[in-house]
């Protein structure tokens, strides 16, 4: 019976205030809502006390619907979901009275010893504290797995970067699209994808073509695009004094931030070379890109402030006037308008970021 139901107590050394802290990411792996992570937590750290979690004990409480429901800043029905929910998935108990009522007795010295609760019963989840633990800690170890391989492969992409051979970067997006890693959650095509790289980095470094890389011009900061030309880099240009790359990130969508980690330079350069991939990712062809580039026009560090804020906007509601319907299209515009020099781009900087004030007048 559940208003006498004891426990084997927490594991040595588990505090009752860190425990469902520490077992998060295996609560959240069995597919307990946030909100019931968050009425267990309250419940160890604030409506129990210590000597509830020794072995043999009855750990409970007795609070009313509606208390909990205040504490929690809910409503009543929300409290009656989340307790069904614990029940379920078999880390509470819930004994109530016949009437409905909540109440529980303590005895003892200082009413230190719960004898019974007529209410929530949390030797379910002590008794499954062990399970729990490792579970999280597995999942913990799993993703650590994962971010150590993403920064495997950043490292290896910046290098195959560094090495300005087209042919190369070319097998390289074959191997990982767009250089992002965000998308892929498995670890083993995690590992996949940077032994592919690997391999494509070692072969190059192996291969006598290699050398003819030497002869490249250290100073060209734009990645290579295709025209009728041969292809070629273009050197960044200066862009008004008050914008620095800094800034100039502070407006970057997320993917963007990523493709920036990908090449670990947060200078110009990288920012040129992580929107060159991003234009390439939102459907701006090579041909745009340059153009945009040239130095009668917007030139290459304006350029990629043009592709930032035309791939912040692509966050907005497909109904605002504001989304761009076609990103080509819109660096165009901004291309057209930065030679006949009716284009404002510090303007336009400030107006998105005057709720976050990356900029100021």
């Known amino acids: 019976m559940s208003a006498t139901l004891s426990h084997c107590g927490l594991p040595v050394g588990i505090q009752r205030s860190r425990f469902i802290g520490l077992i998060r990411p295996a609560l959240k792996a069995r597919g307990l809502k946030t909100s019931a992570i968050r009425y267990l937590a309250e419940a160890f750290d604030k409506w129990t006390r210590d000597q509830d979690y020794e072995p043999g004990r009855i750990c409970g409480f007795w609070h009313q619907v509606s208390g909990i429901a205040e504490e929690l800043t809910c409503t009543e029905r929300t409290v009656h979901s989340i307790e069904r929910d614990l029940v379920d998935a078999a880390f509470v108990e819930r004994h109530p009275k016949a009437n409905g009522r909540r109440d529980g007795l303590r005895d003892g010295e200082g009413e230190k010893i719960l004898r019974k609760v007529f209410g929530i019963n949390l030797a379910p989840i002590i008794e499954q504290a062990v399970e729990l633990l490792a579970e999280a800690e597995a999942i913990r170890l799993h993703k650590d797995a994962i971010e150590s391989c993403r920064s495997e492969i950043r ?32 670890l083993a095509a ?5 032994d592919a790289l690997a391999a494509l980095a070692k072969a190059f470094e192996t291969d006598p073509r290699s050398e003819k890389s030497s002869d490249s011009r250290e100073d060209f900061n734009v990645p290579i695009v ?32 990523e493709c920036l980690e990908m090449y670990g330079d947060y200078s110009w350069r990288g920012v040129i070379n992580a929107a060159y991939e991003i234009a390439r990712s939102i459907g701006i062809d090579d041909r745009t890109w340059a153009a945009a580039c040239d130095p009668r026009a917007l030139g290459p560090q304006r350029a ?20 761009p319907q076609n990103p080509g299209a819109c660096l165009c515009g901004m291309t057209k308008k930065a030679k006949n020099g009716t284009l404002n781009l510090l303007r336009l900087m400030q107006a998105a970021c005057k709720q976050q004030g990356a900029l100021g007048r």
């Open 155 to 186: 490292e290896i992409n910046r290098q195959i970067r560094h090495l300005n051979c087209p042919d190369v970067l070319g097998e390289a997006q074959s191997i990982l699209p767009e250089g992002r890693t965000a998308v892929v959650k498995d």
């Open 304 to 323: 990629a402030l043009c592709i930032i804020l035309i791939n912040r906007n692509m966050n907005l509601p497909r109904q605002s006037k504001h989304f």
């Open 226 to 257: 295709q025209t009728k030309q041969p292809k070629f880099l273009y050197r960044p240009d200066e862009v008004a004094e008050r914008v620095t790359a800094h800034q100039a990130m502070s407006l970057a969508s997320p993917p963007f931030r």
């Open 190 to 194: 995690l590992e996949r994808i940077r």
